[in-house]
């Protein structure tokens, strides 16, 4: 079972996206699931993560009130809004999910990955 993030795209700065996380065949209705990005060159981050009622989001400090993670149980995706993009956003945005949160957030261990999106800022 992989995960498909959809949703990346080419943005000036300050524009929005909104990238979605989902699965067939699977629920993610019991997983908890974050996401997580990598530029050229550097390592894997923590962006943002949800629990599997849709509560307690956390999020990494440099995209606190730019960006907002929600899911939708209903339709079986996990979203990551993000607004007021910069071009150090620029990268490939992967979503994991874990029964638990601690393994999402870390991305240690996490039970389900997939292919990333890219998300590119331009200046």
């Known amino acids: 079972v992989q995960l498909q993030a959809s949703g990346g795209g080419l943005v000036q700065a300050g524009g929005s996206l909104r990238l979605s996380c989902t699965t067939s065949?699977?629920?993610?209705?019991?997983?908890?699931v974050g996401w997580h990005r990598q530029a050229p060159g550097k390592e894997r981050e923590f962006v943002a993560a949800?629990?599997?009622?849709?509560?307690?989001?956390r999020y990494a400090h440099d995209v606190e009130g730019r960006f907002t993670v929600s899911r939708d149980n209903a339709k079986n995706t996990v979203y990551l809004q993000m607004n007021n993009l910069k071009p150090e956003d620029t990268a490939v945005y992967y979503c994991?999910?874990?029964?638990?949160?601690?393994?999402?957030?870390?991305?240690?261990?996490?039970?389900?990955w997939g292919p990333g999106t890219q998300v590119t800022v331009s200046s």
């Open positions: 994991a999910a874990d029964p638990y949160m601690v393994a999402v957030v870390t991305s240690i261990g996490a039970e389900l």
């Open positions: 065949g699977h629920t993610l209705n019991n997983y908890c």
């Open positions: 949800i629990d599997f009622g849709g509560g307690s989001p």
